[in-house]
Every structure is written in C-alpha cells, then in structure tokens.
C-alpha cells in the first residue's frame, strides 16, 4: 500500500491542515491501495501564497527561456526512467488497463518534446520591421508569463492531462499550483517526486488533491492570475462564469461526444480492427472517445454486426491483466452512472445489440460495466447527445454524405470526431465540414505538434504544441 501523508506545496513534502487521509479502493476489487492526505482551503492558501512570492519575488519568470526548457527536459527525462511505475499506480487506482497506461508513457514523450521544441522555436522577443518606411517608431513585442496558474485536471488520464498543463505554464515562467482529483493521488504523488527531483525553484509549483469545494476556492482566489481546466462541461461552465467575474485568463478543454463517420466506400475490417482504441479507449472513460458511430443506410446491419462482433471480443476484467482490454469504472457512482444511461437508451426505444445495465458474470465485486452497443438510434436522444463517459456505443444511420455532417454536427459538443474512408482525400474534404477541435482520418492517432481542443460547449482555447503554449503567455509591446 502507498502512502502520502503530506501535501507537496511549492517544491516541499509539507504537513496538511487536516490530519486525515483518504483512501483510494482499487476500481477492480474494492482494497485499499493506498492513503493519501487532502488539501483543504488552509492550505490552497499556502500554495497560492508561495506561488505568487515565487511569481512576484523569485528568479523562474525571469530564468531565461533556455533553463526553463532545460529543467522541463529533465523532468521529461526522470519521468521515462519510471514509466513501468507510473503505469502500474494509474492502473491501480484508476482501474484503466493496464495496455492502456503503458501504451500512453511514449505519448506523455512525444507530448512533452512538442512543447518543448514549441519553446525552442519562440521568439520570446522580436523587433517588429515598421510597415510605413517613413515611420520613426519601432515595436518590440515581448512574450511574458502571465502569474500564478491554477491548473485543474479531472480524474481519468492524470498524468496526460498534468502534463498538458504544467509543462507549458512553466515553459513560459508562470507559477502553478496543481489541483488533482482524490483518486489520484498517489500517480500525482509520483509526479510530486519527480518535480522535487528536476530543478525547480522553491515555491514554483504545489501539487494539491482536493475536492471540488477546495477547487473552488481555488479557482475563486484573487491571487490566482489563470485557470487552465479540463473536466466537465457543467463543471467547465462555472468556472468560466468565476473567470469572468475576475478578468481571470482561462482555458477550458470539457467533454465530447464524437462522432465516427463511416462512409460508404469505407473497409470496414480497417474500421473494427481500429474501432476499440477510438471508441472505447480507457474504459470509455475518454472525452474524446467516438461513441457516436455513423453509419450509411445501405450497410447499416454490416456495420451494426461489425461493432458487436468487436465489441464482444474485447475482455472485460482486471485491469492489470495484460488480456484485458475494458477495465472497471473508476468509482461506484459512475459505474451507476453508465448503467442508468443503459436503461435510458432502452426506454428510448433504441435496439440493444449487446451489452445491458447487468453487471458482467464474475465481476460482481468492482465496479464493472458490461459493454454495450445500441442500434437504430435516433440522433436527438439522449444517449446520442449526452456524454455517458462508459464502454456505450450507438449507431446512428444517415442517408448521404450531407446527412452524416448534419448528423455529426448536431451536437452541443465539438471535440473530437472521426472519418473513415478508402479514399483520403475525400475523408478529409468530409472532415474539413466536421465542426470540432480534432478529426482523425481512419484511426489515426491524435499528435502533439498541433492545437487540441474543443468548439462550441468542448471548451475554450488549445493544448499541445505552439499553441498550448501560447495559451500561458502575455504578449507586451514596447514601442521606440
């Protein structure tokens, strides 16, 4: 078992407010894999504080941009060294696969290197050519760090999601201080370490888990110059109304419900073979997961036996058993969750192809949902706008192109999406139409050098590469 009885605030392993510590079950079993202590609003007041004396007084804002990126690279450095270790403690606490957790280390790589190679190629400052010849003032614009930072994560990819946040917020020399969710707070103790370890300033960064009050309060305190949060869009939505009310910079990356169009010339065993890791990678527990599934009229019931035969296959279980590919949910009220969207959709009248709100055999203990895939499912119910953050597929017919972009945009959300076709230039017309943040083309993995994030309720401003960067930058013009 793993204990972390202190809270790490502003670089030091510190004593909480409050002595009681938290017990985080395993998802799989209901043991106890660990204890970890809580911050409460005393001590978001400490790391707030320190965060600012370290902004306002210390030496990280003004550390030229090239020590910044080496300590960021160290980071990224100690970070791989424990990979196998990181993996293993998500699994644990998460319940996320463990072909899942291993599979991401290389990812949280490539997304740290594009951050970094963003860092190098800025022009941190440029003296701007005047457009008029005859002009006798010249401009020099500045990119500078904007404060304090508040970056909150939600609790289903903590590494990804901790990383996508504080390596650019200190790559651009602002202080940060890290809310994480209580289930994950050994992983996020783990990171706690490797920020101790990678050269940091005193004060520079905290790592806090907390509940949503204390995130609140957080979020709400004057000292804290920008909110950078990923979670839900209810969630997204309050602390948007919070940033507005105090001119706070902030950047919101919330939920999806994304849309997989099948086109008719589509090769549908290319489409099952990459179905599982773009439809239910993580438990389902994924905002960017495509759980809408378009599909033409005309091979509707190929593509519909297609998605079960898939969906069937997959093993449902231990997480840490490399044959599993669906874990438990991470809590008992969002394995209550998922089942009771399961009975929604059924209510609704939509076709129960596999799966149902009953438990899997032998999985009683946990908190597993079964798999499941609905079919003849019309786009305005609820199960089809709705984000239900579980292994539940629908499969939605449309009768021609347009009808599949209509379809596909008739969503709140705008995240995420996908397109599959024998031809790529035509998918990639189709997903030009598309109205979200990121559209893969026949499976294709998500990369790192360009912007991610949402339209429409998906949230506010990018992540990864210049542009995630950029988002935790202000830009100063000196004129001359």
């Given at each position: 078992?793993?204990?972390?009885?202190?809270?790490?605030?502003?670089?030091?392993?510190?004593?909480?407010?409050?002595?009681?510590?938290?017990?985080?079950?395993?998802?799989?079993?209901?043991?106890?894999?660990?204890?970890?202590?809580?911050?409460?609003?005393?001590?978001?007041?400490?790391?707030?504080?320190?965060?600012?004396?370290?902004?306002?007084?210390?030496?990280?804002?003004?550390?030229?941009?090239?020590?910044?990126?080496?300590?960021?690279?160290?980071?990224?450095?100690?970070?791989?060294?424990?990979?196998?270790?990181?993996?293993?403690?998500?699994?644990?606490?998460?319940?996320?696969?463990?072909?899942?957790?291993?599979?991401?280390?290389?990812?949280?790589?490539?997304?740290?290197?594009?951050?970094?190679?963003?860092?190098?190629?800025?022009?941190?400052?440029?003296?701007?050519?005047?457009?008029?010849?005859?002009?006798?003032?010249?401009?020099?614009?500045?990119?500078?760090?904007?404060?304090?930072?508040?970056?909150?994560?939600?609790?289903?990819?903590?590494?990804?999601?901790?990383?996508?946040?504080?390596?650019?917020?200190?790559?651009?020399?602002?202080?940060?201080?890290?809310?994480?969710?209580?289930?994950?707070?050994?992983?996020?103790?783990?990171?706690?370490?490797?920020?101790?370890?990678?050269?940091?300033?005193?004060?520079?960064?905290?790592?806090?888990?907390?509940?949503?009050?204390?995130?609140?309060?957080?979020?709400?305190?004057?000292?804290?110059?920008?909110?950078?949060?990923?979670?839900?869009?209810?969630?997204?939505?309050?602390?948007?109304?919070?940033?507005?009310?105090?001119?706070?910079?902030?950047?919101?990356?919330?939920?999806?419900?994304?849309?997989?169009?099948?086109?008719?010339?589509?090769?549908?065993?290319?489409?099952?073979?990459?179905?599982?890791?773009?439809?239910?990678?993580?438990?389902?527990?994924?905002?960017?997961?495509?759980?809408?599934?378009?599909?033409?009229?005309?091979?509707?019931?190929?593509?519909?036996?297609?998605?079960?035969?898939?969906?069937?296959?997959?093993?449902?279980?231990?997480?840490?058993?490399?044959?599993?590919?669906?874990?438990?949910?991470?809590?008992?009220?969002?394995?209550?969750?998922?089942?009771?969207?399961?009975?929604?959709?059924?209510?609704?009248?939509?076709?129960?192809?596999?799966?149902?709100?009953?438990?899997?055999?032998?999985?009683?203990?946990?908190?597993?949902?079964?798999?499941?895939?609905?079919?003849?499912?019309?786009?305005a119910m609820r199960i089809a706008q709705e984000e239900i953050f579980g292994p539940v597929l629908v499969v939605i017919a449309y009768e021609d192109e347009d009808d599949a972009v209509r379809i596909a945009n008739d969503s709140e959300y705008g995240l995420s999406g996908g397109v599959w076709s024998a031809d790529e230039q035509h998918a990639l017309a189709i997903a030009?139409?598309?109205?979200?943040?990121?559209?893969?083309?026949?499976?294709?993995?998500?990369?790192?050098?360009?912007?991610?994030?949402?339209?429409?309720?998906?949230?506010?401003?990018?992540?990864?590469?210049?542009?995630?960067?950029?988002?935790?930058?202000?830009?100063?013009?000196?004129?001359?």
């Amino acid at each position: 078992m793993i204990t972390y009885d202190k809270l790490f605030i502003g670089g030091t392993w510190t004593e909480p407010s409050s002595p009681d510590l938290f017990d985080i079950l395993s998802p799989h079993d209901e043991s106890l894999v660990g204890r970890a202590a809580q911050a409460r609003p005393a001590d978001v007041d400490r790391a707030v504080a320190v965060a600012r004396a370290a902004f306002d007084e210390g030496t990280w804002p003004n550390t030229p941009p090239a020590e910044r990126i080496a300590v960021l690279r160290r980071l990224n450095v100690l970070r791989e060294a424990r990979a196998e270790q990181i993996a293993a403690v998500i699994t644990a606490e998460n319940g996320s696969a463990g072909w899942f957790t291993r599979a991401g280390q290389p990812s949280l790589t490539r997304q740290a290197n594009a951050y970094l190679k963003a860092a190098e190629d800025l022009a941190w400052e440029e003296t701007l050519a005047p457009t008029d010849p005859a002009a006798t003032v010249r401009s020099v614009v500045r990119r500078e760090a904007i404060g304090v930072v508040a970056a909150v994560i939600p609790w289903n990819s903590p590494f990804s999601a901790s990383l996508a946040k504080i390596i650019p917020a200190l790559l651009a020399g602002n202080t940060v201080i890290l809310k994480v969710s209580p289930e994950n707070s050994l992983s996020t103790g783990l990171l706690a370490d490797l920020l101790a370890e990678c050269g940091l300033p005193a004060g520079t960064i905290s790592v806090l888990p907390a509940d949503r009050e204390t995130s609140e309060h957080l979020v709400s305190h004057p000292d804290v110059d920008k909110i950078a949060f990923t979670g839900s869009t209810g969630a997204g939505r309050r602390i948007a109304s919070i940033a507005g009310q105090q001119l706070k910079r902030v950047s919101l990356e919330l939920g999806g419900k994304s849309a997989a169009i099948v086109l008719p010339d589509a090769d549908l065993a290319k489409f099952t073979a990459g179905l599982a890791f773009s439809c239910l990678l993580n438990n389902g527990e994924a905002c960017i997961a495509q759980t809408r599934i378009l599909a033409p009229r005309r091979r509707y019931e190929e593509v519909v036996a297609a998605v079960k035969q898939v969906v069937e296959s997959l093993k449902v279980g231990d997480p840490q058993d490399p044959d599993t590919f669906i874990g438990p949910m991470i809590r008992r009220d969002q394995q209550q969750r998922v089942r009771d969207y399961i009975e929604i959709g059924i209510k609704e009248g939509a076709r129960l192809v596999t799966g149902g709100p009953q438990v899997p055999v032998g999985l009683e203990q946990g908190y597993y949902v079964t798999p499941t895939v609905f079919a003849d499912v019309d786009n305005a119910m609820r199960i089809a706008q709705e984000e239900i953050f579980g292994p539940v597929l629908v499969v939605i017919a449309y009768e021609d192109e347009d009808d599949a972009v209509r379809i596909a945009n008739d969503s709140e959300y705008g995240l995420s999406g996908g397109v599959w076709s024998a031809d790529e230039q035509h998918a990639l017309a189709i997903a030009r139409r598309v109205r979200t943040g990121t559209v893969t083309i026949n499976g294709a993995p998500i990369g790192f050098d360009g912007p991610f994030g949402g339209f429409k309720a998906s949230g506010l401003g990018r992540e990864y590469g210049f542009a995630g960067l950029n988002t935790y930058l202000e830009y100063k013009t000196v004129t001359i």
